[in-house]
Every structure is written in structure tokens, then in C-alpha cells.
């Protein structure tokens, strides 16, 4: 997944200065993953001011969203040239 989508690879990468319409995304693409508020728990670890509990939250609150590569390249140029773009379900 982290080879695949240049998204997540930024997320991963970036995680101590991304922004909050980033995190979003990154929480919303994570719920497609069966460990995914675990890794969402990790990563969110490396933000100043991480808040478990507003981790929590926020996972939950992105599990309302359908976001697939295509979406989010109107906020992250490079997924489209991801092979998710095309709106195919994440790799679990
Ligand atoms: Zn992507």
C-alpha cells in the first residue's frame, strides 16, 4: 500500500507537518483497512499535540466519507497517476 499510493507514502512521510485536510483524508482511506485506526493511531503519534481520544474521533468521523485516489488528487496531485485513481477499493 505505502509502494502503491503516493498519497499514503506522503501521509507516512510527512506525518509531523500535514494538514488537518490531509489527516482527513488519511483517516478516510485508512478505514478501508481491516488495522487501519491502528495504523491511523501510529502514524497520528508523530503530530504534535497527538490526543488519543481525538484520533478516535476523527478515524470514526472518516468512516462516513468514500474516498478512493481520485478524489483525493483535487487535494494531492500525485495520485493521479496512482493506480487507485480509477476509484477501485484499497488493497486491504
Ligand atoms: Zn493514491
Not at 62 to 86: L, R
Request: proline residues 3%; aromatic residues 18%; hydrophobic residues 30%.
Amino acid at each position: 500500500m505505502y509502494d502503491k499510493c503516493a498519497f499514503i507514502k506522503h501521509c507516512v512521510d510527512n506525518a509531523k507537518t500535514l494538514s488537518e485536510p490531509l489527516w482527513h483524508l488519511f483517516a478516510c482511506v485508512l478505514n478501508s483497512f481491516s488495522n487501519g485506526e491502528d495504523l491511523f493511531d501510529y502514524y497520528s503519534q508523530n503530530y504534535p499535540g497527538y490526543n488519543p481520544l481525538a484520533t478516535k474521533k476523527k478515524f470514526k468521523n472518516a468512516s462516513k466519507y468514500n474516498v478512493s485516489c481520485k478524489t483525493i488528487s483535487n487535494y494531492f496531485a500525485d495520485c493521479a497517476k496512482c493506480k487507485y485513481k480509477k476509484g477501485e477499493k484499497y488493497d486491504r
